[in-house]
């Protein structure tokens, strides 16, 4: 696609967005499902040449012609089969089907001496194919594009972890001044929950599974022209052997259950970055983070002060476009009139959208968190114009003394009131304790009061 063609797309992801949805063509193009199609009838051809009840053979030339046919898969390839499919070639009418404008693709590209053109979809049903190729181009898009993104906001959250690990910050619950955190420890939260949920995404792709089983499951066509062969095992062997599961009851269609796991992992995934992006945007408004201004960049078109966290509004906004696609999607699939309905068919053509929100979406947040630098001035100041928060340390020190009404003490003198900590000391030097007790509380900083908020930065794996 050109740069002009760019401006005229349709969808903002070809468009706008084109350049960083780039990476996942490979995996979720209608180029690519035709690659990954060929490739299925191929290796099948393939499997039935090894089979010893078929008199097909395939010499080492042959098969590795065959292979070349997906492993050199190039765009003249794709033209050819969607010509096949909508206007017919070489001898062969518009299929007007996409599935089998693949198998006369292979056809047509057979060695003019090959016996093998009978064999080529051998007691196939299309959904054979189709669920065996968007698999393998799910799992290869995961692989090689979408973890690999995830992974990269993992890592520069667990190193923003490490190095500001002793940062005090001011916590907030409910919006109000709260128990003092620090800001490496808030990052570490975020690390350790998106290592879980793209865990969760690794477990689920390598859970992929496919199935062989033909128009209704049973391997009817293959038992009626082979009864004597093990069809259920030779699939089982095939499905294995493209490293996928194998799924042995199925209707027409597998039941994409683990399509839908797939689905459910990433909105897991993109609900801790859609949370990340909106902390990360109140530290900002509050000042907490400042953000590298970019050379020649406009942050409004009115007010030349601005630098906008648009980087986690526009990752926000993708996100959460991805979630609703991958919400309907994980719905969508799972179902199917009786053996077999159609409507799924272009449902999964919409796999590469969600993907490529949630693509946009990952790189925005890591442009973001690439910009935001902590204000420790700032943090530091918000933290002693609250001197009240060391409220609750102090009503906790009191209970271990043996003191019933400490909470109530600590509440009268503080709740709804603007306190100072000479407020603090104050009620220190009334209080009937041991004078080491008063030393305590005399120490007490809000900067100070944050546990071991530091040490458990040490707990990211």
């Keep these: 696609m050109t740069e002009t063609d760019a401006l005229y797309a349709v969808s903002p992801l070809d468009g706008r967005y084109g350049s960083r949805t780039a990476p996942l063509s490979p995996y979720a193009s209608e180029a690519a499902l035709m690659r990954a199609r060929v490739r299925v009838e191929v290796e099948y051809l393939i499997a039935l040449a090894d089979l010893e009840a078929t008199p097909l053979e395939l010499g080492l030339e042959e098969r590795e012609h065959l292979r070349g046919l997906y492993k050199h898969f190039a765009e003249e390839d794709a ?52 669920n065996l190729a968007h698999r393998l181009l799910v799992r290869d898009a995961v692989d090689e594009v979408l973890l690999p993104a995830l992974y990269d906001v993992r890592e520069t959250l667990a190193e923003m972890a490490r190095e500001y690990r002793d940062l005090p910050m001011l ?29 969760r995404i690794r477990r689920t792709t390598d859970e992929l599974s496919g199935k062989l089983g033909g128009a209704s499951g049973t391997y009817a066509a293959h038992v009626a022209a082979y ?43 993109n609900d801790v970055l859609l949370d990340l992006d909106l902390d990360v ?82 790189g925005k947040t890591s442009a973001g968190l690439s910009k935001v630098v902590p204000t420790e001035q700032v943090m530091r100041d918000d933290l002693e114009s609250t001197p009240e928060i060391i409220g609750e340390a102090v009503q906790t020190i009191l209970r271990r003394e043996g003191q019933e009404d400490a909470y109530e003490r600590v509440k009268a003198v503080t709740r709804g009131k603007d306190v100072s900590i000479e407020d603090f000391r104050d009620m220190f030097d009334d209080l009937e304790v041991d004078e080491a007790v008063r030393e305590e509380l005399h120490a007490l900083t809000p900067a100070g009061y944050t546990g071991v908020a530091s040490d458990l930065v040490d707990d990211l794996e």
Excluded at 178 to 191: C, D, I, L, R
Excluded at 353 to 362: E, P, R, S, T
């Design 79 to 130: 033209r050819l089969i969607k010509k096949l499919e909508t206007e017919g070639h070489a001898g062969f009418d518009a299929t007007n089907h996409d599935v089998k404008a693949v198998e006369y693709f292979v056809r047509h590209r057979l060695p003019e001496d090959s016996d093998a053109s009978a064999w080529i979809h051998f007691g196939l049903t299309s959904e054979d194919v189709n």
């Design 171 to 199: 916590a907030r619950t409910h919006g109000q001044p709260a128990t003092p955190t620090t800001f490496g420890k808030e990052m570490a939260v975020y690390a350790a929950r998106l290592g879980r949920a793209t865990g």
């Design 227 to 269: 009864p004597d062969v093990d069809w259920s095992a030779f699939a089982a062997e095939f499905v294995t052997g493209l490293g996928l599961e194998f799924e042995s009851l199925t209707t027409q269609v597998n039941p994409c259950d683990d399509l839908a796991a797939v689905f459910d992992a990433f909105r897991g995934a």
């Design 281 to 362: 945007w109140l530290y900002v408004s509050d000042r907490y983070l400042g953000q590298e201004a970019v050379e020649g960049e406009t942050g409004s078109s009115t007010m030349p002060h601005k630098v906008n966290p648009i980087d986690f509004e526009n990752s926000e906004g993708n996100l959460s476009k991805a979630n609703s696609d991958l919400t309907f999607l994980a719905d969508y699939v799972t179902t199917s009139r009786l053996q077999r309905d159609l409507s799924d068919s272009t449902v999964k053509r919409n796999i590469g959208a969600a993907f490529a929100h949630c693509l946009i979406g990952y």
